[in-house]
C-alpha cells in the first residue's frame, strides 16, 4: 500500500512507504528540446515509417544522453523507432545493463505530463515502435522464417520505483492486416531483483508477419499519474539465421559510467585539490556479452580546461601515463570470462603535479576523461575491415559503438556527491523533522563557508515555499551544535537540474567535517533533488522527536553542495607562516602562546569574537577564554605587519 501526498493539484507517491525520508519520481524525458516539452500534440503525431532491412540493434548507447546540445537527447533515435518519445533513454536508471544506458518505461508521457490527473487510475502508458522491417521475400526465404527471433534483456525497477504485480511489461508484432498482436506479457515475479537484467527470446511465428512493413512495440501498463512503475529495457536485436539458444554477441562493452577521481565526491573545490593534490583511479564495468572468452584492453584520454578570469586555457593529453594501452586486469592481463561483468579500475588517471594540466593559478579546471574500449568485436581497428571471426550475419552492425564512455568533473568552489543530474528527489515525511547531509572537507586547513546549492525540482513545488537551512557543527559522527541558520530562504523555480544559491550573509569558518540541512516546513514539502547513479545515503542523517540517526531511507545523493570563498575572516594560514607555537592543543580553554605577540584576536567557528585575558611573561603568553565552551577557535595573532591564524581546539 502506498503512501499518498497531495502537493498542489498534482498528487505524489513515494517509493519509501515508511521511514521519515521519501523518495519522488521526477519527470525525466529530454531537456534540449523545448518544442517537444511543451507540444503534446506536436510529439503525439506519428512519424512515417520506413522499412528498413534486417538486422535491427539497437542498445541505446548511441542516443545522447543529458546533452543540451543535442535537439533529441534522451530520445531513442529516430532511424530505429517511430513514436518514440514517451520513453526516457538514461543512464541512471538502469543497475549494471549489457551496455550503457537503457530505454524506461514509466508514467509520463511525450511532454512530461502524466497521462492521467486521476492517482490510482492504471492503464496502458509509454510505448516504443520500430520503424518498419522488411521481413518478406527475398528479404527473408521461406526456408528462413523459422530463425527469426527478436531478443531483448529488460530490468523491474532498477532505481526506479517498484511495478505492482497487477503491472505488465509487453510485446506485440504487427500482422499483415496491420493489426498488433501480444506475443509476450511480463509481470512482475517475486524473484526479480532489481539489479538483474533478464534475457529473452520470442520467435517471429507464422506466415501472417513475413511482410515487408513488419513492426514490433514495447508497451507497459500501470499508473497513469506520474513517473511509477519502472520497467528498463536495453540490448534489441531483431534478425534471421538465429535459435533458441542465440542468446550472447560477439560484442564487449562499456556498461557504466566513470566512478569519481576525488573520493566520494563528483566534485571539490580547487583550493582543496591544490591542498591534497590526490587524485583517485575512477573505475567503470565492462560486459562481454560473448559466451567465450575473450581479451581486452583500453586507452584513456584527458582533456583539461583551465580557467583564469575570462581566459580558458586547454590541454589535450592523448593517452593518460604516455604508455601504450592497458589491460583490463590488475595483473596486466586482458582476460574476460564468458558472459562476465568485470569492474576496471584506471591504470592512468590525470597528473595532479602537472601544470598544463591543473594549473596553480587558475580558478577552476574543467575535466574531460575518455575510456576507449578496445576489444576486436565488428572491425579491425587498424584496417577497418571485419575482424576474422566476426559473423558475417550482423552486417552492418557496428559494435564498436559501445566501447567509448565520457566523464566530466568540476574543481570549482563546492563539495557535490552528484553528478548534476536528478533522477528521483527526496524529502521529510513530517513537517518539523530535519534532516542533513554530511560533509568532510579533504583538506585540514579551515575555510568559509559562504553559500549553499541546492536543487529543488520544480514537479509539484508549491509557489510560495519557505524552508530554514542550517549548518551543524560535528558530534562525533552526527549533526552536532547548529552553526548557522538561514531562516525562512524562499524556494524559486529554476528549471530541470537547474541549483539555486542560498547565500550565507556572515560567512563563517567551517573544518574537516560538517552538516548542511533543512527542517520540513509546515504545510508542504521541500523535495531535494537525488541523483540515483551515485549512492552517499550514508551520509544522509534525519533527525525526528530531537535524536539524530543515519538514513535508512533513500539511496542516492542529495543534490545540497557547501559553497566556499573569501569572507571577512581569516581563513587559515600556511606552514611557513607558522612562527608562533601554540600550547596545549586541545585544551579546557586555558593555553599559552609562544613568541611574539603584538596583538591577539579570538573568533569562535561562527566568526563571533570571543572574550579572553591574555598574561605575559617572557615570550610565553598565557591565554584564558572567559566563557570557554567546547568547539573549535581561531587565534589572529598580529606580529608588525604579519597576521596569523592558528586554529585551538576546546573540550
Not at 142 to 159: A, D, I, K, P, T
Not at 206 to 232: A, V
Amino acid at each position: 500500500m502506498r503512501t499518498l501526498l497531495i502537493v498542489a493539484c498534482t498528487m505524489l507517491l513515494s517509493k519509501t512507504a515508511n521511514g521519515q525520508l521519501k523518495t519522488y519520481p521526477l519527470p525525466h524525458k529530454s531537456q534540449g528540446n523545448q518544442t517537444l516539452k511543451g507540444d503534446r500534440n506536436a510529439v503525439a503525431r506519428s512519424k512515417e515509417v520506413i522499412s528498413r532491412s534486417l538486422p535491427f540493434w539497437d542498445d541505446f548507447s548511441a542516443t545522447p544522453v543529458n546533452d543540451k546540445s543535442a535537439l533529441l537527447s534522451n530520445y531513442p533515435v529516430d532511424s530505429l523507432w517511430v513514436n518514440n518519445y514517451t520513453v526516457w533513454v538514461n543512464n541512471g536508471m538502469g543497475i549494471s545493463p549489457p551496455s550503457m544506458n537503457v530505454a524506461t518505461f514509466d508514467g509520463l508521457d511525450s511532454a512530461f505530463l502524466p497521462y492521467s490527473d486521476q492517482i490510482l487510475t492504471n492503464g496502458l502508458r509509454d510505448s516504443l515502435v520500430s520503424q518498419g522491417i522488411k521481413l518478406g521475400q527475398p528479404d527473408v526465404l521461406l526456408g528462413e522464417r523459422n530463425s527469426v527471433f527478436l531478443s531483448f534483456f529488460y530490468q523491474w525497477q532498477g532505481n526506479g520505483e517498484a511495478p505492482d504485480p497487477t503491472d505488465y511489461l509487453q510485446v506485440e508484432f504487427k500482422n499483415d492486416q496491420s493489426v498488433w498482436e501480444t506475443v509476450m506479457t511480463i509481470y512482475p515475479k517475486s524473484s526479480f531483483l532489481r539489479t538483474e537484467f533478464y534475457d529473452t527470446l520470442i520467435k517471429v511465428d507464422g506466415d501472417r508477419f513475413f511482410h515487408e512493413s513488419f513492426q514490433f512495440r514495447f508497451k507497459n501498463y500501470g499508473r497513469l499519474s506520474g513517473p511509477y512503475d519502472t520497467w528498463n529495457v536495453d540490448y534489441v536485436y531483431l534478425n534471421k539465421n538465429r535459435n533458441i539458444n542465440d542468446t550472447d554477441f560477439p560484442d564487449q562493452a562499456i556498461s557504466s559510467t566513470l566512478t569519481s577521481l576525488f573520493d566520494s565526491y563528483q566534485s571539490i573545490p580547487y583550493a582543496h585539490f591544490l591542498e591534497v593534490n590526490s587524485i583517485l583511479s575512477p573505475k567503470f564495468q565492462v560486459s562481454n556479452n560473448l559466451d567465450d572468452f575473450t581479451d581486452l584492453t583500453y586507452l584513456t584520454e584527458g582533456t583539461f580546461l583551465n580557467y583564469m578570469d575570462s581566459i580558458v586555457t586547454k590541454t589535450f593529453v592523448s593517452n593518460l601515463g604516455g604508455a601504450d594501452t592497458s589491460a583490463i586486469n590488475d595483473d596486466g592481463s586482458g582476460i574476460i570470462f564468458p558472459l562476465e561483468k568485470r569492474t576496471v579500475t584506471l591504470e592512468y588517471t590525470p597528473d595532479a603535479d602537472d601544470p598544463t594540466q591543473f594549473n596553480p593559478a587558475s580558478d577552476s579546471v574543467f575535466i574531460n576523461l575518455k575510456v576507449k574500449l578496445f576489444t576486436g568485436d565488428t572491425f579491425d581497428p587498424k584496417t577497418g575491415d571485419f575482424a576474422n571471426d566476426y559473423d558475417l550475419n550482423y552486417i552492418p552492425i557496428d559494435f564498436r559503438s559501445n566501447d567509448t564512455i565520457n566523464a566530466s568533473y568540476w574543481l570549482k568552489d563546492y563539495y557535490a556527491y552528484d553528478d548534476g543530474v536528478a533522477e528521483y528527489a527526496a524529502g521529510l515525511t513530517q513537517a518539523g523533522n530535519r534532516a542533513a547531509v554530511q560533509f568532510d572537507m579533504l583538506t585540514s586547513t579551515v575555510d568559509t563557508l559562504v553559500g549553499i546549492d541546492i536543487y529543488v525540482p520544480d514537479y509539484g513545488l508549491s509557489s510560495n515555499l519557505t524552508a530554514d537551512f542550517y549548518v551543524y557543527r560535528d558530534a562525533d559522527g552526527i549533526p552536532g551544535d547548529i552553526l548557522y541558520t538561514i531562516p525562512s530562504f524562499s524556494v524559486q523555480r529554476k528549471g530541470p537540474n537547474k541549483f539555486q544559491r542560498i547565500r550565507i550573509l556572515e560567512p563563517f569558518l567551517v573544518e574537516t567535517r560538517f552538516y548542511i540541512g533543512w527542517k520540513g516546513p509546515v504545510g508542504a514539502t521541500l523535495k531535494v533533488g537525488l541523483d540515483a547513479s551515485n549512492n552517499s545515503g550514508d551520509k544522509v542523517f534525519v533527525n525526528t522527536n530531537g535524536a539524530w540517526f543515519q538514513n535508512t531511507d533513500i539511496e542516492g545523493s542529495l543534490m545540497i553542495r557547501p559553497i566556499f570563498g573569501s569572507g571577512d575572516i581569516i581563513t587559515g594560514i600556511t606552514d611557513e607562516e607558522i612562527e608562533t607555537n601554540v600550547f596545549p592543543n586541545p585544551n579546557t580553554g586555558e593555553f599559552y602562546i609562544r613568541g611574539k605577540l603584538d596583538a591577539l584576536q579570538i573568533f569562535n567557528i561562527t566568526g563571533q569574537s570571543v572574550p579572553f585575558l591574555v598574561e605575559t611573561d617572557g615570550v610565553d603568553h598565557k591565554v584564558n577564554l572567559e566563557r570557554a565552551v567546547s568547539g573549535l577557535y581561531i587565534l589572529k595573532i598580529i606580529q608588525g605587519d604579519k597576521i596569523i591564524t592558528q586554529k585551538v581546539s576546546v573540550k
